[in-house]
């Protein structure tokens, strides 16, 4: 079926599958990004019954399974799709903390992937992350030296409820060595129109 909206980053698994990003309504840049598979011909999406939008995806090597990252709680986090026979596939979420999984670098054997990884206080670094357990393993130290001369701020994450009764992720980040008696100016920033 032809989709009106916009289709992206086209991924070829080992085996020769086809898979994409899609959003399916016309003009809507901000849209669900889903998972689309081609199975026999004809295009499935495979994360319409999640509620998430996918950032990137890669293949495992053996094309059983998609890995896949996607906002949670305002960080972006590793998740795991097996590709289903048939019906919706059970996605697990891999990875879980106060960073941000930002790119796939691609996989070493079959239970770790290679992956970037930032947080409030530092720039992208390399890491592994253990498929099973999701624990991660830092690779590269480009800017070690760089952050033992600085501060690091402390971050907060704070969840506030909205008027329509909601939950909503805000992040108080403080001065390095912020001393509580002490008065700082302040600075809000709102991000996406809450």
């Not at 809507?28 to 950032?55: C, Q, R």
């Amino acid at each position: 079926a032809f989709n009106e909206g916009y289709d992206t980053n086209p991924v070829v698994s080992g085996q020769g599958q086809l898979a994409w990003l899609q959003m399916d309504e016309p003009g809507y840049e901000s849209d669900k990004n889903d998972i689309v598979l081609m199975v026999d011909g004809k295009p499935v999406n495979l994360t319409a019954h999640w509620d998430g939008t996918v950032f990137s995806f890669i293949f495992s090597e053996n094309g059983k399974k998609i890995y896949f990252t996607a906002p949670v709680d305002g960080t972006r986090q590793l998740f795991e799709l097996p590709i289903p026979k048939k019906g919706n596939a059970q996605i697990k979420q891999v990875t879980n903390g106060q960073f941000d999984v930002n790119g796939l670098v691609g996989l070493s054997g079959n239970n770790t992937l290679v992956v970037t990884r930032t947080d409030m206080n530092h720039a992208s670094e390399i890491y592994t992350v253990n498929l099973k357990d999701g624990s991660m393993t830092q690779l590269t130290h480009q800017n070690d030296a760089t952050y033992d001369q600085i501060g690091l701020s402390k971050v907060d994450k704070r969840m506030v409820t909205t008027t329509d009764g909601k939950q909503m992720v805000t992040w108080v980040i403080y001065p390095p060595d912020f001393a509580p008696k002490k008065k700082y100016p302040t600075l809000l920033y709102c991000q996406g129109g809450p």
